[in-house]
């Protein structure tokens, strides 16, 4: 088999494996799912207010993020998640469960490379690229509003 | 009640909105999902750095701080409302204290479950 006809096949064989739905459904289904993930926040962060109405927004938007985090992260651990991810596409993956769910499976699924450079190393690999950015921006926005705040 | 349901609504709406948007980019450009988390992340620091994200976190709630914007959000916050307290030290170290709880439990609980469960290889 030479290398032309193995393309095409190989080609031919993604197309047969990639999902047959219409670009207007999958829009549809990351909005949904994106919709029930915020809901489901939005519950948690009422639940909270009417046992601790004095807790600030900052705080309270945390233990909105842990809770969908632990949920998440148990989903994924029981294997579910895959199937939400599936359906939803970015509407799971934008929410904070996209992030908890990169952090909990790449170190499920580099275990058996062991715990220093399996685990350790590799827990971050699409997480890490957020995590990295993330810190560098809040540095930059502290430094601007510090020099500014000077004069 | 009907304020509740409306608060619902909204979160909805913009939550939504905020997923369909990613899903277009996926479709139509082909960046892998890494990037765009990144993408949104930059957007997310950039408005809050200017303060206009918290009008939509007033607006939307959970809608508007759970998408990974919204951490984005809350990391240009923290290190602004800390630098605000603690001058040159709190632009260093607001940011990651206000997100920390997030990143902590993720990266803590995930490290506990990958010893209790083991990857399975797929079958279809």
Redesign the interface.
């Known amino acids: 088999m030479d290398k032309q006809t193995r393309n095409e096949k190989y080609i031919e064989y993604v197309e047969a494996k990639t999902p047959k739905a219409g670009?207007f459904t999958?829009?549809f289904?990351?909005?949904?799912?994106?919709?029930t993930?915020?809901?489901l926040?939005?519950m948690?962060?009422?639940i909270i207010r009417s046992f601790y109405p004095m807790m600030d927004?900052?705080t309270l938007?945390?233990w909105?993020?842990?809770i969908?985090?632990?949920l998440t992260?148990?989903l994924?651990?029981f294997?579910c998640f895959d199937r939400l991810a599936k359906y939803?596409?970015?509407?799971t993956?934008?929410?904070?469960s996209?992030?908890?769910n990169?952090?909990?499976s790449c170190?499920?699924?580099f275990?058996?490379e062991g715990l220093v450079f399996g685990?350790g190393a590799k827990?971050f690999y699409?997480?890490g690229?957020?995590?990295v950015?993330?810190?560098a921006?809040?540095?930059v926005?502290?430094?601007?509003?510090?020099i500014i705040?000077l004069f | 009640m009907l304020e509740a349901l409306f608060m619902y609504l909204k979160v909805i709406l913009v939550g939504g909105t905020i997923c369909m948007i990613a899903e277009l980019i996926v479709i139509k450009t082909k960046i892998t999902p890494a990037r765009i988390l990144v993408i949104f992340l930059m957007v997310g620091a950039i408005l809050g750095g200017f303060g206009l994200y918290n009008y939509v976190v007033d607006f939307a709630g959970a809608g508007a701080t759970l998408p990974i914007i919204g951490f984005g959000n809350a990391l240009a916050n923290g290190a602004i409302a800390a630098a605000r307290v603690d001058g040159f030290f709190g632009a260093l170290s607001g940011g990651l204290i206000a997100t920390s709880a997030g990143i902590a439990v993720s990266i803590g609980l995930s490290y506990l479950v990958s010893f209790f469960v083991s990857s399975k290889t797929k079958n279809d």
């Open positions: 670009w999958s829009l289904h990351a909005f949904v799912m994106g919709a993930i915020c809901c926040g939005q948690f962060s009422d927004l900052l938007g945390s909105i993020n842990i969908i985090i632990t992260i148990l994924t651990a294997g939803g596409g970015a509407g993956f934008i929410p904070i996209g992030f908890a990169s952090i909990a170190a499920i699924e275990k058996k685990i827990m699409v997480a690229p957020v995590l950015n993330g810190v921006y809040s540095l926005v502290g430094i601007v509003y510090f705040s």
